[in-house]
């Protein structure tokens, strides 16, 4: 209609329009109930506006799934209203049309895994899930999935959908670990928090490799409490993932229950060694170190200065601008050299590596806060804090004197290179990498630097205001955590009898401490009767009837004089690495590919039982940090967001999270992937290869 608009010929209706407008036309015909789906189609495809506003049109009976033994042809009938049981007319038969858009039941499976994982790998509430911009976004992906009502919700995304990938994941977790612990065995760590609920929970972790895998986390409630709850959990839990098939030692940290249940299990079950975590002890020492009266004194100041600072913000703030003003001031060496001045720390929850940490950033920051304190003949304090009263006077006070002090920035400095040999062993066993065998020439280390530190600070003139009796103080304590006071005030050292055994069958760790283990053979003799003198990994089933406890120890003994009568003496062999005399490079080992598994696989046919204990220790790691980790985690799972999230549902939640990337296997390096698929490929146990008749696999 000339001039007025356009009629549409299914509703009758005026599109009034003084000029011909194809976008006001489209909408209607978009929009108009009896116009037909073809002509909604044609008329979005025509318009750009729609397009990009509007989803394609789509014939909602198309939605509907095939059920049992229905065919296409039977839905286009229901869709045209004709009945199931009469002949169908030549016009009720679908148009391809009718199936465009449509949603099949595979990709409505995939959507729902993908929206879960998503969900999962980003730690998001499921209540999320209907959230109307969540719903947007899936509109806009796939407008055909929501407009079907699609979406799980988040019940079914907390229910079945979780639970069908739990149940995946855990059946590859057990598979995995079945062929890759077919000749190297895990280590089952384990230890307790309290959640956001404050409920004991006991998280359990596998290291292979060097690579931890999430277990399970059980909330104990009071059945844990006691070391014989604990060793129950954790019978219950080898019983459930394998036993000595899978796993052939248990660590956790140094608690008096905890070094009680490690003693229970590894008595049920022979074979099963006793870990400590080397963390925890050298945590512990640093503990000791900071109770020396100088020590703590220093520590004390810091912490003032801190605490001072970041709790005025204005004084925060300008130390901030004189912070950047004097690092702009250093030259460009100062910062790689560690001279420059750093933001202050806040408080740690534990003490590992905190303190000196702390003293660091304190010594390296007090040129700068110098600076602050002395602008405009030092006015510029009180400006920015108020005192009001004598509580506040005495506080200012404080950080006011050891704020200004020389001396106690000195002792700050000296405080740092005294927790350094400590703080650098806790790292050496903080990682992934950390070996049983490197504890006794670690623990040496840090003995023969405790013992010159006094000399060397002296040297360097670095003292401080430290007397030699500091230093006597320092020394004693590392030495009361090395080998134990006479008292037995300490219960837990950093080395214990199987780290003697470790350092032996470690030929790179045995030339340089041979004299050492010497002096202390009857501890490495001990671990021996105490974990493998039963074990049916390294006596087979005859020897352990018909050879008597002390005839098998002998048998043991015979095998070790002979491992050290030929120490040195290897050659050929990727394996031959036994270099008498020369220290060991504690950090170039664990960053190399030196295998000791290897080795004893190579070079042990003559002391067949021997080898079997050698190869056992040679996958353990004495730490139990990643169990620390899977707290932090844990944390944010189970957050105050989602305190009300049951332990089940958090224990699937972590288990997933932490599994799906190692199952996929993109969580792994290439390294740690040919070594998985190096212990599964392996078919035989090293006797064979040897030409040991008697080897069994």
């Not at 020590?295 to 204005?314: E, F, M, N, W």
């Not at 933001?343 to 003490?351: D, F, H, K, N």
């Given at each position: 209609m000339l001039g007025e608009g356009a009629k549409c010929k299914h509703c009758d209706k005026l599109v009034k329009n003084k000029q011909q407008n194809g976008t006001l036309l489209a909408l209607h015909l978009y929009s108009c109930r009896p116009v037909p789906l073809l002509v909604k189609q044609m008329a979005w495809s025509s318009c750009a506006t729609l397009q990009r506003s509007k989803p394609r049109p789509f014939d909602p009976h198309a939605s509907v799934l095939p059920r049992g033994g229905e065919t296409p042809s039977r839905i286009g009938q229901a869709a045209a209203g004709t009945p199931s049981g009469s002949a169908p007319t030549r016009n009720a038969a679908p148009s391809v049309l009718s199936y465009m858009d449509r949603v099949s039941a595979e990709q409505a499976e995939g959507i729902a895994s993908a929206i879960l994982n998503f969900f999962v790998s980003c730690r998001v509430p499921f209540a999320l899930a209907e959230h109307p911009a969540f719903i947007e976004l899936l509109k806009a992906l796939r407008p055909a999935y929501v407009l079907r009502k699609l979406?799980?919700?988040?019940?079914?995304?907390?229910?079945?959908?979780?639970?069908?990938?739990?149940?995946?994941?855990?059946?590859?977790?057990?598979?995995?670990?079945?062929?890759?612990?077919?000749?190297?065995?895990?280590?089952?760590?384990?230890?307790?928090?309290?959640?956001?609920?404050?409920?004991?929970?006991?998280?359990?972790?596998?290291?292979?490799?060097?690579?931890?895998?999430?277990?399970?986390?059980?909330?104990?409630?009071?059945?844990?409490?006691?070391?014989?709850?604990?060793?129950?959990?954790?019978?219950?839990?080898?019983?459930?993932?394998?036993?000595?098939?899978?796993?052939?030692?248990?660590?956790?940290?140094?608690?008096?229950?905890?070094?009680?249940?490690?003693?229970?299990?590894?008595?049920?079950?022979?074979?099963?060694?006793?870990?400590?975590?080397?963390?925890?002890v050298a945590n512990l020492l640093i503990g000791d170190l900071c109770k020396v009266p100088w020590l703590k004194d220093c520590i004390s100041g810091a912490t003032a200065v801190s605490s001072y600072l970041r709790h005025h913000q204005r004084l925060l703030a300008a130390y901030t601008r004189e912070q950047g003003i004097y690092n702009k001031t250093l030259d460009s060496q100062a910062a790689a050299e560690k001279r420059t001045a750093v933001a202050y720390q806040s408080p740690s929850t534990t003490r590992f590596l905190y303190?000196?940490?702390?003293?660091?950033?304190?010594?390296?920051?007090?040129?700068?806060?110098?600076?602050?304190?002395?602008?405009?003949?030092?006015?510029?304090?009180?400006?920015?804090?108020?005192?009001?009263?004598?509580?506040?006077?005495?506080?200012?006070?404080?950080?006011?004197?050891?704020?200004?002090?020389?001396?106690?920035?000195?002792?700050?400095?000296?405080?740092?290179?005294?927790?350094?040999?400590?703080?650098?062993?806790?790292?050496?066993?903080?990682?992934?990498?950390?070996?049983?065998?490197?504890?006794?020439?670690?623990?040496?280390?840090?003995?023969?630097?405790?013992?010159?530190?006094?000399?060397?600070?002296?040297?360097?003139?670095?003292?401080?205001?430290?007397?030699?009796?500091?230093?006597?103080?320092?020394?004693?304590?590392?030495?009361?955590?090395?080998?134990?006071?006479?008292?037995?005030?300490?219960?837990?050292?950093?080395?214990?009898?199987?780290?003697?055994?470790?350092?032996?069958?470690?030929?790179?760790?045995?030339?340089?401490?041979?004299?050492?283990?010497?002096?202390?053979?009857?501890?490495?003799?001990?671990?021996?009767?105490?974990?493998?003198?039963?074990?049916?990994?390294?006596?087979?089933?005859a020897q352990l009837v018909q050879l008597s406890e002390d005839e098998r120890m002998l048998l043991l003994r015979e095998q070790l004089t002979t491992y050290t009568a030929l120490s040195g003496s290897f050659q050929g062999g990727t394996f031959a690495a036994r270099v008498p005399g020369v220290l060991v490079d504690i950090e170039g080992v664990m960053a190399s590919q030196w295998d000791l598994w290897g080795w004893w696989a190579v070079y042990g046919g003559s002391s067949p039982q021997l080898r079997e204990i050698g190869k056992a220790l040679a996958g353990m790691t004495p730490s139990s940090c990643p169990v620390e980790r899977s707290f932090s985690l844990q944390g944010s799972i189970h957050s105050l967001v989602r305190n009300r999230l049951t332990h089940d549902k958090v224990a699937k939640l972590m288990f997933v999270y932490t599994n799906m990337k190692l199952v996929s296997g993109t969580d792994l390096s290439a390294e740690q992937l040919d070594f998985f698929m190096s212990v599964a490929g392996e078919t035989g146990n090293g006797r064979e290869r040897e030409g040991d008749s008697e080897g069994r696999d």
């Amino acid at each position: 209609m000339l001039g007025e608009g356009a009629k549409c010929k299914h509703c009758d209706k005026l599109v009034k329009n003084k000029q011909q407008n194809g976008t006001l036309l489209a909408l209607h015909l978009y929009s108009c109930r009896p116009v037909p789906l073809l002509v909604k189609q044609m008329a979005w495809s025509s318009c750009a506006t729609l397009q990009r506003s509007k989803p394609r049109p789509f014939d909602p009976h198309a939605s509907v799934l095939p059920r049992g033994g229905e065919t296409p042809s039977r839905i286009g009938q229901a869709a045209a209203g004709t009945p199931s049981g009469s002949a169908p007319t030549r016009n009720a038969a679908p148009s391809v049309l009718s199936y465009m858009d449509r949603v099949s039941a595979e990709q409505a499976e995939g959507i729902a895994s993908a929206i879960l994982n998503f969900f999962v790998s980003c730690r998001v509430p499921f209540a999320l899930a209907e959230h109307p911009a969540f719903i947007e976004l899936l509109k806009a992906l796939r407008p055909a999935y929501v407009l079907r009502k699609l979406p799980p919700t988040p019940k079914q995304l907390a229910g079945p959908l979780l639970d069908r990938l739990y149940e995946h994941i855990r059946a590859c977790v057990l598979r995995s670990l079945s062929e890759w612990c077919t000749r190297r065995k895990a280590v089952l760590i384990l230890d307790a928090w309290e959640n956001v609920n404050h409920h004991h929970i006991v998280n359990l972790l596998a290291t292979i490799g060097g690579k931890p895998v999430f277990l399970d986390s059980v909330y104990c409630e009071d059945a844990c409490q006691d070391a014989a709850g604990q060793a129950q959990l954790v019978q219950d839990k080898l019983a459930a993932y394998g036993g000595l098939k899978v796993f052939n030692a248990v660590g956790s940290d140094n608690t008096a229950s905890c070094l009680e249940m490690r003693r229970l299990v590894t008595s049920l079950n022979p074979g099963m060694v006793s870990l400590n975590d080397q963390a925890h002890v050298a945590n512990l020492l640093i503990g000791d170190l900071c109770k020396v009266p100088w020590l703590k004194d220093c520590i004390s100041g810091a912490t003032a200065v801190s605490s001072y600072l970041r709790h005025h913000q204005r004084l925060l703030a300008a130390y901030t601008r004189e912070q950047g003003i004097y690092n702009k001031t250093l030259d460009s060496q100062a910062a790689a050299e560690k001279r420059t001045a750093v933001a202050y720390q806040s408080p740690s929850t534990t003490r590992f590596l905190y303190n000196r940490d702390l003293l660091l950033t304190c010594a390296r920051n007090r040129p700068a806060l110098r600076n602050l304190l002395e602008r405009d003949n030092g006015s510029e304090l009180p400006r920015l804090v108020k005192t009001r009263d004598q509580a506040a006077r005495d506080a200012q006070a404080t950080f006011l004197r050891a704020a200004e002090s020389t001396a106690v920035a000195r002792d700050w400095a000296t405080a740092c290179r005294v927790l350094d040999p400590v703080c650098a062993y806790l790292r050496l066993f903080d990682g992934e990498r950390s070996r049983l065998s490197l504890v006794l020439p670690a623990t040496r280390r840090v003995q023969a630097d405790m013992t010159a530190m006094e000399s060397a600070l002296r040297s360097d003139g670095m003292a401080g205001t430290a007397s030699p009796a500091v230093f006597a103080q320092l020394c004693a304590a590392v030495k009361k955590r090395v080998s134990g006071p006479s008292d037995r005030s300490v219960r837990v050292l950093l080395l214990a009898d199987i780290h003697y055994l470790a350092a032996v069958l470690d030929p790179k760790v045995f030339d340089a401490h041979a004299d050492d283990v010497a002096n202390q053979v009857e501890r490495a003799f001990r671990a021996i009767r105490t974990y493998f003198v039963s074990s049916p990994d390294v006596f087979s089933a005859a020897q352990l009837v018909q050879l008597s406890e002390d005839e098998r120890m002998l048998l043991l003994r015979e095998q070790l004089t002979t491992y050290t009568a030929l120490s040195g003496s290897f050659q050929g062999g990727t394996f031959a690495a036994r270099v008498p005399g020369v220290l060991v490079d504690i950090e170039g080992v664990m960053a190399s590919q030196w295998d000791l598994w290897g080795w004893w696989a190579v070079y042990g046919g003559s002391s067949p039982q021997l080898r079997e204990i050698g190869k056992a220790l040679a996958g353990m790691t004495p730490s139990s940090c990643p169990v620390e980790r899977s707290f932090s985690l844990q944390g944010s799972i189970h957050s105050l967001v989602r305190n009300r999230l049951t332990h089940d549902k958090v224990a699937k939640l972590m288990f997933v999270y932490t599994n799906m990337k190692l199952v996929s296997g993109t969580d792994l390096s290439a390294e740690q992937l040919d070594f998985f698929m190096s212990v599964a490929g392996e078919t035989g146990n090293g006797r064979e290869r040897e030409g040991d008749s008697e080897g069994r696999d």
